[in-house]
């Protein structure tokens, strides 16, 4: 039989390499260990550079809306503008068209009281304006002259054709442009709307006279008086 020796243990036969692992563990562990160490540090290295730039990015969307805003701004502002002339225009218009109609309609009411108005002006010439006749021929005049109606013409005046119509015509020594010596009818208008032009006789200078010849005629003949009269030869 053979004796067992006490104390001594047998021990299991490690392999080489697995002596070699568990050497190289501790290693592995620490470089794990650094490596966690390093990662947290560079991520936070990192972060602020991050920050800036969803910052700048913002800043820039921020700057497109508000160009956007203020050309949406200036583009209605044109638009309220243009309305708003345009309304003016058309307000201006409407009063100008309103007032025109406004005349037209009152020249179209007068014009058929001009004849009427003409046998007031005959009547009161030859003094048969009286009595009652007189009092109604004066409230129509008034009446037609609140309308706007204004009578125009008189002796001595220019001639004008936009204003006057020349019915007789005559040459005379004493005016030296053609002149309305006599009204046969008055002219009317409303504003600067012509009802009816003034008919008048007219008279021009004669022909071939100078101005101021007349009277240099009268004068001759009044220093001819003072001394007498010519002298016979």
Do not use: W
């Not at 009286?130 to 009092?135: C, E, L």
């Amino acid at each position: 039989m053979t004796e067992e020796t006490p104390g001594f243990d047998e021990q299991p036969d490690v392999p080489s390499d697995a002596t070699s692992d568990a050497a190289s563990k501790p290693d592995a562990a620490k470089g794990a260990g650094s490596a966690d160490a390093a990662g947290p540090a560079a991520s936070a290295g990192d972060a602020p550079d991050a920050g800036l730039d969803e910052k700048a990015q913002h800043d820039v969307a921020l700057t497109a809306q508000l160009d956007q805003v203020r050309t949406a701004l200036n583009e209605r502002t044109a638009d309220l503008q243009r309305l708003q002339a345009e309304y003016q225009n058309y307000r201006r218009r409407v009063e100008r068209d309103r007032v025109t109609v406004k005349e037209i309609a009152a020249a179209n009411l007068l014009s058929e009281l001009l004849p009427v108005l003409d046998d007031v002006g005959r009547a009161r010439e030859h003094g048969e304006l009286v009595g009652g006749f007189k009092s109604v021929a004066e409230s129509l005049e008034t009446v037609v002259a609140k309308m706007g109606l204004q009578q125009f013409g008189k002796e001595g005046e220019p001639f004008d054709p936009l204003i006057h119509e020349a019915l007789m015509h005559s040459y005379a020594p004493d005016v030296t442009e053609t002149t309305c010596v006599s009204i046969l009818q008055p002219g009317y208008r409303i504003g600067e709307r012509t009802i009816r032009p003034a008919r008048v006789a007219v008279a021009e200078p004669q022909p071939g006279a100078t101005p101021g010849s007349g009277q240099a005629g009268k004068g001759d003949d009044a220093s001819d008086e003072e001394n007498g009269g010519p002298e016979e030869g």
